[in-house]
T-cell receptor, first 112, second 111 residues
Framework: DARVTQTPRHKVTEMGQEVTMRCQPILGHNTVFWYRQTMMQGLELLAY????????DSGMPKDRFSAEMPDATLATLKIQPSEPRDSAVYFCASGLSGDEQYFGPGTRLTVT | LAKTTQPISMDSYEGQEVNITCSHNNIATNDYITWYQQFPSQGPRFIIQ???TKVTNEVASLFIPADRKSSTLSLPRVSLSDTAVYYC????????????FGRGTQLTVWP
């Protein structure tokens, strides 16, 4: 049963530190998404890639966030420097050229 | 970017049919309607997708009127395990445009 995996599952860090979240999409999927979920804002799309190329990152604060796909099996989301308002659950999802997105279990980030 | 409006919460009892309606007045000609389900501490999960009329799968049915300005997700004979947040999305597919999840509808099923 193919699944999207995310690491770490939980991260607690201090303000100002760099945070890196990793995602392994389902093998063969050509589209990868990064979402952020908070109680206040709900589920927000941060960025997405197709065939490893960034298609849209307009939902991402550019000054501190960056998303990359070093290869087809790894997507990363970095926050530098982190701030308390970045505390959220970050989800990665992958899909094919259709419309169904498969979500990972998420990374719960707490910035103190 | 077509946004959606759906009830914040709904309550039901086990064994009942639940209908969750979503409004999407600005839906574009090429847009599809997709519903996702999210349990606590998990990522959303695809339920069903449609373009017009009716779509049915093993989990739910999706009813879309001719004007496509709204849609209704129907869950037959719900159980406690159907307690979750349900999201209605409108868009042109995961690879072509941004999908807006919104706040979803919290469905609580009681015994």
């Amino acid at each position: 049963d193919a699944r999207v995996t995310q690491t770490p599952r939980h991260k607690v860090t201090e303000m100002g530190q760099e945070v890196t979240m990793r995602c392994q999409p389902i093998l063969g999927h050509n589209t990868v998404f990064w979402y952020r979920q908070t109680m206040m804002q709900g589920l927000e799309l941060l960025a997405y890639f197709r065939n490893r190329a960034p298609l849209d990152d307009s939902g991402m604060p550019k000054d501190r966030f960056s998303a990359e796909m070093p290869d087809a099996t790894l997507a990363t989301l970095k926050i530098q420097p982190s701030e308390p308002r970045d505390s959220a659950v970050y989800f990665c999802a992958s899909g094919l050229s259709g419309d169904e997105q498969y979500f990972g279990p998420g990374t719960r980030l707490t910035v103190t | 970017l077509a946004k959606t409006t759906q009830p914040i919460s709904m309550d039901s009892y086990e064994g009942q049919e639940v209908n969750i309606t979503c409004s999407h007045n600005n839906i574009a000609t090429n847009d599809y309607i997709t519903w996702y389900q999210q349990f606590p501490s998990q990522g959303p999960r695809f339920i069903i997708q449609g373009y017009k009329t009716k779509v049915t799968n093993e989990v739910a049915s999706l009813f879309i009127p001719a004007d496509r300005k709204s849609s209704t997700l129907s869950l037959p004979r719900v159980s406690l395990s159907d307690t979750a947040v349900y999201y209605c999305l409108v868009g042109r597919g995961s690879t072509l445009g941004r999908l807006y999840f919104g706040r979803g509808t919290q469905l609580t099923v009681w015994p």
